[in-house]
């Protein structure tokens, strides 16, 4: 059973950085595509970033510039750094990943195993 466990959430101003970590277990590696999605308040789950099992990246319109997507694949983990942040990107942010190795999407359907999330605020 694949796990995935995000931190690194919490408050910031406007134009600060944080960067969340999601760790993954339950597979023999880590060469899988990972996503990062967000969910704000009273607002329908929106596609951040992607990595795929060879380091391929995507990046949601608003992000690109901004956040970053990484893998440390000793250490089965994916973070998102993100910069300049702004307050409209007040969510929880959430992290995923699929069994399908070679996959590589901007769809949440996609993805099969997702974290519990993580909140990021940003203050204005």
């Known amino acids: 059973q694949v796990q995935l466990v995000e931190s690194g959430g919490g408050f910031v101003q406007a134009g600060g950085s944080l960067r969340l970590s999601c760790a993954a277990s339950?597979?023999?590696?880590?060469?899988?595509?990972m996503g990062w999605f967000r969910q704000a308040p009273g607002k329908e789950r929106e596609f951040v970033a992607a990595?795929?099992?060879?380091?391929?990246?995507n990046y949601g319109d608003s992000v690109k510039g901004r956040f970053t997507i990484s893998r440390d694949s000793a250490k089965n983990t994916v973070y998102l750094q993100m910069n300049s942040l702004k307050p409209e990107e007040t969510a929880i942010y959430y992290c995923?990943?699929?069994?399908?190795?070679?996959?590589?999407?901007?769809?949440?359907?996609?993805?099969?195993?997702w974290g519990q999330g993580t909140q990021v605020t940003v203050s204005s």
């Open positions: 995923a990943t699929n069994n399908a190795r070679y996959s590589f999407s901007s769809s949440e359907r996609a993805y099969d195993y």
């Open positions: 990595i795929s099992w060879s380091g391929s990246t």
């Open positions: 339950g597979r023999s590696d880590s060469w899988y595509p």
